[in-house]
């Protein structure tokens, strides 16, 4: 229900793109978000970025802000992280997640849905 897209390998300094789209209930709104995990047994999930469902709010893990920005589409179906600035500790594989929400200025995401995961890499 949750597709990634746009993972890859760069250089430090470099950007990525990655974008995430929701084929979910179109009779709900839903906060989405991103979340990271190392590949190492027993690493966590960890939060990286939200957007609420009315696009006015979001909220960063502070490793990432101020270099990933998050967004998403008029339609609410999609969401992209615009990451720059990429440090070779923003390897990971990155998720796409969703909640569905009844306030739609609500940034809190938990992960009542998510993607398969895209690779991240960031080469020193």
């Known amino acids: 229900q949750l597709e990634e897209s746009g993972g890859g390998m760069v250089q430090t300094g470099g950007s990525l793109t990655l974008s995430c789209t929701a084929s979910?209930?179109?009779?709900?709104?839903?906060?989405m978000g991103w979340f990271r995990q190392g590949q190492a047994p027993g690493k966590e999930r960890l939060f990286v970025?939200?957007?609420?469902?009315?696009?006015?709010?979001?909220y960063y893990a502070t490793s990432v802000k101020g270099r990933f920005t998050i967004s998403r589409d008029s339609a609410k179906n999609s969401v992209q992280l615009q990451m720059d600035s990429l440090k070779p500790e923003d390897t990971d594989v990155y998720y796409c997640?969703?909640?569905?929400?009844?306030?739609?200025?609500?940034?809190?995401?938990?992960?009542?849905?998510w993607g398969q995961g895209t690779q991240v890499t960031v080469s020193s």
């Open positions: 997640a969703a909640d569905k929400t009844y306030d739609v200025d609500s940034y809190y995401l938990l992960g009542d849905y």
């Open positions: 979910l209930d179109t009779s709900s709104t839903y906060v």
């Open positions: 970025a939200s957007i609420s469902w009315s696009g006015d709010r979001t």
